[in-house]
């Protein structure tokens, strides 16, 4: 609070006098800004933050960071390509036994079973018969191969590509992702059906392990052997079997999505009723 000491003043005759109500006001009024003031610059003196509005405070503000820039949506690419595989409970897989070598997938290999298959409603108990004499016989924990194509066209899911495949030859299957077509393609002739299918699978493969259709080779090419068979090889050979999967490559993703259950197991007990392809 400001006191206001307010004395007599004389006017013109020498006589004291009193001031009237505006002068009281205006005395008043100045001594407030004097002593508001006298406050503001103690604060300034001392450090003390100053009310909202002061130039003090503005000066402290500080800008707000920029907001940061919003994050690329990736659209996915468009499925060009689609196709089921059945899952190895559905044609009557055994387990796998311990052990396996595990390797990293580099590059792609096709085979043949080298067994004419006649009907295809056999290619089913067929798979089972070829996991029984790896296993049993020549003692490798699975069928040897990763994939099986049968002559209507229909996938079937063989061993897990995570481990390495098997021979009974001279080379090192270690690296490779083996499809297998079911048939003797020295005594009978590939369909249009187990083309595509191996195609569809083989560009699967270099989508998902990143690996080129440059590396696609057959059986015979790192063995001594007539896999995959003279009328499937012509296929490779001619480069027609590199030109599918080229094809296939260049229109989008393709996509092997595993089909179990009653599903799987109502196809391959169609396959067995001998359904067309």
């Known amino acids: 609070m400001v006191t206001v000491m307010v004395t007599p003043t004389e006017d013109g005759h020498g006589r004291g006098r009193f001031m009237n109500r505006r002068q009281l006001l205006w005395v008043a009024g100045g001594a407030g800004i004097a002593a508001a003031a006298s406050v503001y610059a103690k604060q300034l003196d001392a450090g003390v933050p100053v ?6 405070r503005a000066a402290s503000v500080k800008p707000a960071p920029p907001a940061p820039a919003p994050e690329p949506v990736v659209t996915p690419a468009p499925i060009a390509a689609s196709a089921a595989v059945i899952c190895r409970d559905a044609w009557g897989a055994r387990e796998s036994l311990p052990g396996g070598v595990r390797h990293t997938i580099t590059r792609m290999t ?4 080298a067994a004419v298959l006649g009907d295809n409603r056999n290619a089913p108990g067929r798979l089972r018969q070829h996991q029984r004499l790896h296993q049993d016989e020549r003692g490798w924990v699975d069928i040897a191969y990763h994939v099986g194509i049968d002559r209507n066209g229909n996938i079937y899911e063989l061993r897990n590509t995570d481990f390495a495949g098997d021979t009974a030859t001279e080379y090192n299957p270690a690296g490779h992702f083996l499809v297998l077509c079911e048939g003797d393609f020295d005594q009978e002739a590939v369909s249009e059906e187990q083309l595509h299918s191996a195609a569809m699978a083989f560009a699967w493969a270099a989508q998902t392990f990143e690996v080129s259709a440059d590396s696609l080779g057959s059986h015979r090419d790192f063995a001594a052997t007539a896999c995959p068979g003279a009328d499937l ?13 080229d094809a296939l490559l260049a229109a989008g993703t393709v996509d092997l999505h595993r089909v179990c259950g009653p599903e799987a197991s109502e196809i391959v007990a169609a396959v067995e009723a001998g359904a067309p392809a």
Request: hydrophobic share 25%.
């Open 51 to 56: 009310a909202e509005g002061t130039t003090s």
């Open 110 to 113: 096709l085979h043949h079973t």
């Open 233 to 245: 090889y012509a296929h490779v050979e001619s480069g027609d079997l590199r030109r599918r999967i």
